[in-house]
Nanobody, 125 residues
Framework: QLQLVESGGGLVQPGGSLRLSCAAS????????IGWFRQAPGKEREGVSC????????SYADSVKGRFTISRDNAKNTVYLQMNSLKPEDTDTYYC??????????????????WGQGTQVTVSS
């Protein structure tokens, strides 16, 4: 069965760091771009970042540029989101999703067909 599982969320102080993981099962990530999204209660889901199937190209929302880094290890069938210099406004549930294309269409566009269940990130002192 196709599945994406996020992990690595938690509570961190402002300025701290977390690394989120998105592990795939039931399919190989080699052919697909993968995106990270986030959503807070009562707010619309927003795109955070996207990485091409090869890992050679990446895209970021303006709000996270310079602080977040997306990467992938296709041998481990896993995509990562390194989150540095975290701010309280980064508090959200973070989701990864599979794009049915090898290349990203910006950081939040395109036919994302499979989604993980999310991992909670809380940035607070």
């Amino acid at each position: 069965q196709l599945q994406l599982v996020e992990s690595g969320g938690g509570l961190v102080q402002p300025g701290g760091s977390l690394r989120l993981s998105c592990a795939a099962s039931g399919f190989t990530l080699d052919y697909y771009a993968i995106g990270w999204f986030r959503q807070a209660p009562g707010k619309e889901r927003e795109g955070v970042s996207c990485i091409s199937s090869s890992g050679r190209s990446t895209s970021y929302a303006d709000s996270v540029k310079g602080r977040f880094t997306i990467s992938r290890d296709n041998a481990k069938n896993t995509v990562y989101l390194q989150m540095n210099s975290l701010k309280p406004e980064d508090t959200d549930t973070y989701y990864c999703a599979r794009l049915r294309l090898p290349h990203c269409l910006g950081y939040a566009r395109g036919p994302f067909d499979y989604w993980g269940q999310g991992t909670q990130v809380t940035v607070s002192s």
